[in-house]
């Protein structure tokens, strides 16, 4: 098939009428690193970056873990003008919104996450995170306070993911579109709330210390549907769906 913005809007289509589904998107490389000097980026090429976009465009909010934003350079996140139409004739708001996972609130308010934000953001934390930091991200961001927290937990385990998709039903943003890290696919793989994965596999051999792209889920045995599989050039397109 014809790797293409048509192409790969039909290949990556979401299931109708479903209220909340949450997508995984990463990169890897063959050898299952997650990243080249602490970032994904060098692993994608344009086909990659494409595939991103056009998930982008499908998703009411994408999804992000703290650790992300800072690493990544999450800021000014937006569809381009053609996909915002796409979004409007599928009534749709022509941008998805943005959310950060995050227990202890270490955001700087000025990041380019909040102040280039074509949408207001969405903060997501636990009762017990800092009241302070609470304030200061509430005057750039809605705050939604899923769980209790919980002692000992991890960052993302700390909130509660499944009250987290709860409340974004409740504001109609329940197609999430998670872009990592892998602490929060590890912490999403254990409330067992994947509900599919998406996987460019780039063709390049990385070595060294690199992570996986999960990271802190419990050892499972959960079975993957295979959607699709698209090859452009050396690049893998894949698709995993629960079924």
């Known amino acids: 098939m014809a790797v293409d913005r048509a192409s790969l809007l039909e290949a990556y289509a979401l299931p109708e009428g479903a209220a909340r589904h949450v997508r ?28 991103m976009r056009v998930m982008r465009t499908l998703a009411d909010v994408v999804l992000v873990g703290a650790g992300t934003v800072r ?35 270490d955001l700087d308010p000025q990041h380019p996450f909040f102040a280039k934000a074509v949408e207001r953001p969405i903060v997501v934390t636990h009762a017990a995170a800092p009241a302070d930091r609470r304030a200061a991200l509430s005057a750039v961001a809605d705050v939604l306070i899923c769980g209790d927290g919980e002692a000992g937990a991890d960052a993302e385990g700390s909130v509660d993911l ?18 990592g890290g892998p602490r929060l696919f590890g912490a999403l793989m254990n409330a067992d709330l994947v509900d599919e994965l998406c996987l460019s596999l780039s063709p390049m051999l990385v070595g060294g210390s690199a992570g996986r ?9 959960r079975s993957m549907h295979l959607v699709h599989a698209i090859p452009a050039g050396d690049l893998l397109l894949l698709r995993y769906s629960r079924g």
């Open 24 to 51: 995984m998107n990463f990169v890897s490389s063959l050898d299952g690193a997650v990243s080249i000097g602490g970032r994904s980026g060098g692993l994608g090429d344009e086909t990659d970056r494409l595939a």
């Open 162 to 179: 499944e009250a987290m998709l709860a409340s974004l039903v409740d504001l109609g943003i329940g197609r999430v579109l998670c872009e």
């Open 71 to 105: 690493v990544e350079g999450y800021g000014g996140v937006r569809v381009g003008e053609a996909d915002a139409a796409w979004r409007l004739e599928h009534v749709r708001a022509p941008q998805p919104r943005l959310a950060v996972v995050s227990a202890a609130l």
């Open 213 to 221: 792209i999960s990271r802190g889920a419990v050892e499972m045995e």
